[in-house]
């Protein structure tokens, strides 16, 4: 995990990683399905995105299944929500840094 | 520095999704509207056409014709108002560039269903044990803690709306020979304010 001196994440550099933190920070748990569409993005986009994030540490997975379709749900970690709250906070701090 | 705006902006993103994916923001004020207006034309035929006017709770004599003809003119005003409403989110969703069938119109339909399936099958009960007299307290007050539920996933106004159907159910409870009046008032004359203040206050 790469952190600026700022506490500026880097993980969140892409508009599509913090849209997902955003979405998740406000929502239990949400699919695949539903986050495409909130983000407007493409299937592959999205899991690659996703996979980032995982491998971050900052959301998981949780499998299971809906009939026979498999269901995947996301959401957000502890060390996701510590992450994204700094990276606000950060935001917060340059904003008011420089009016 | 150039990058106050970068930040501002993204702030603002974040905040733009963490509501776009936690509330159903399409929801129509004209929708209100309209079914206030089918409201009062509803009740107005309840009371001049098919002469519903039950004195106490249980009173066979409020439906000279059956409880058929309320039940078809209830529901008749319902697919209107539901058809409306779904008509117009979609074209405001279709504005703001959202799809009417995502997450948040899900768990709004869940949140409004559970209530309202429970408050169906007790009026259809209550219908064919001939207490008339519950048809308006049930729908006022089931309807109302719907809204209350819903309020949680979209405009907030919506659980204030809930409260006064609540209390206008549970006072037409009591007073059930003014029953149709209370209905009046909730289902048409509160949905026409509150729409017009969710189009103001929501939609310019």
């Given at each position: 995990m790469k952190i600026t001196i700022n506490g500026i994440?880097?993980?969140?550099?892409s508009r599509v990683r913090l849209g997902v933190m955003s979405a998740l920070a406000v929502n239990d748990t949400l699919d695949f399905n539903a986050l495409k569409e909130f983000l407007d993005v493409t299937d592959g986009n999205l899991a690659s995105h996703l996979k980032a994030l995982e491998k971050e540490g900052f959301i998981s997975v949780e499998k299971s299944f809906v009939g026979r379709k498999p269901n995947t749900k996301y959401y957000m970690t502890q060390e996701g929500r510590k992450a994204f709250n700094n990276h606000l906070n950060a935001l917060e701090q340059l904003i008011n840094m420089q009016k | 520095m150039s990058d106050t705006k970068d930040h501002l902006q993204e702030l603002t993103e974040i905040r733009s999704m963490m509501e776009r994916s936690s509330k159903?923001?399409?929801?129509?004020g004209w929708a209100g509207v309209f079914a206030g207006i089918y409201a009062l034309t509803g009740a107005y035929i309840a009371y001049?056409?098919?002469?519903?006017?039950?004195?106490?709770?249980?009173?066979?004599?409020?439906?000279p014709n059956g409880a058929g003809g309320i039940l078809l003119l209830g529901i008749a005003v319902l697919v209107l108002a539901v058809g409306t409403a779904v008509l117009l989110s979609a074209r405001k969703a279709q504005k703001r560039g959202?799809?009417?069938?995502?997450g948040t119109s899900r768990r709004l339909l869940l949140n409004m269903l559970v209530p309202l399936l429970t408050g169906g099958i007790l009026i259809l009960v209550s219908l064919s044990k001939s207490?008339?007299?519950?048809l308006v307290p049930l729908t006022l007050i089931f309807y109302g803690l719907s809204l209350f539920n819903v309020g949680a996933v979209t405009y907030r106004e919506l659980r204030s709306l809930g409260i006064v159907q609540i209390v206008l159910g549970l006072l037409s409870f009591y007073y059930v020979q003014y029953g149709l009046l209370f209905w009046a008032a909730g289902f048409g004359i509160m949905h026409i304010i509150y729409g017009i203040y969710i189009h103001y206050r929501h939609e310019r």
């Open positions: 994440n880097k993980a969140f550099e | 159903f923001l399409s929801l129509s001049q056409v098919l002469q519903f006017r039950p004195q106490q709770l249980m009173s066979a004599e409020a439906t959202e799809k009417i069938w995502n207490l008339t007299g519950m």
